[in-house]
T-cell receptor, first 116, second 112 residues
Framework: NAGVMQNPRHLVRRRGQEARLRCSPM?????VYWYRQLPEEGLKFMVY????????ESGMPKERFSAEFPKEGPSILRIQQVVRGDSAAYFC??????????????FGSGTRLTVV | KQEVTQIPAALSVPEGENLVLNCSFT??????LQWFRQDPGKGLTSLLL?????REQTSGRLNASLDKSSGRSTLYIAASQPGDSATYLC???????????FGGGTRVLVKP
């Protein structure tokens, strides 16, 4: 069981470029959640997805950010035209049931985005 | 709106002392509470999960309690070791919805 896999581990982008962060959930998990950890701040929910559906994106910035979880392949968090304020650690979590109510959530190691 | 507070923000103890980490929350309508450990530059490792109907969970040297009526959870780490040095986060799952709400964490340093 490889756990939740995120890549890349570190990503450096220049202002204005696009960042693509990938997350493969644990085997058997079909629910994916993205969280962001800004420097010196706590983790904040961004978006919750199931295969081919966005269930809750209430934590996503309205502009430049998008997420998908296609039928085949990993979940992708895309940030267009990155700015310095996007520099953060982005974590993905997965769960086998809606809301992680019974077994909780399993987190990946995160992608650390640095915008220069 | 659920607010989760962890006090203290940082804690330094000599090796062998017991650790007591506090987590308080404002909305008692929770489904479960999960304690995580985060090492610098790394991801989150789940330590203990307490369901809303439970009072405590134990795993090895770790014990977590939950008191919904007072809006508190406490993580006890017995006989601390330098390897316990990390940031400890509590996170709540609301009864409705699928978002975890995290506290700000307690940064622990266990000195040899």
């Amino acid at each position: 069981n490889a756990g939740v896999m995120q890549n890349p581990r570190h990503l450096v982008r220049r202002r204005g470029q696009e960042a693509r962060l990938r997350c493969s959930p644990m085997k058997g998990h079909s629910h994916v959640y993205w969280y962001r950890q800004l420097p010196e701040e706590g983790l904040k929910f961004m978006v919750y997805l199931q295969k081919e559906n966005i269930i809750d994106e209430s934590g996503m910035p309205k502009e430049r950010f998008s997420a998908e979880f296609p039928k085949e392949g990993p979940s992708i968090l895309r940030i267009q035209q990155v700015v310095r304020g996007d520099s953060a650690a982005y974590f993905c979590a997965s769960s086998p049931t809606t809301g992680g109510a019974i077994e909780g959530y399993t987190f990946g190691s995160g992608t650390r985005l640095t915008v220069v | 709106k659920q607010e989760v507070t962890q006090i203290p923000a940082a804690l330094s103890v000599p090796e062998g002392e017991n650790l007591v980490l506090n987590c308080s929350f404002t909305d008692s309508a929770i489904y479960n509470l999960q304690w995580f450990r985060q090492d610098p530059g790394k991801g989150l490792t789940s330590l203990l999960l307490i369901q809303s109907s439970q009072r405590e969970q134990t795993s090895g040297r770790l014990n977590a309690s939950l008191d919904k009526s007072s809006g508190r959870s406490t993580l006890y780490i017995a006989a601390s070791q330098p390897g316990d040095s990390a940031t400890y986060l509590c996170a709540l799952l609301k009864a409705a919805g699928n978002k975890l709400t995290f506290g700000g964490g307690t940064r622990v340093l266990v000195k040899p």
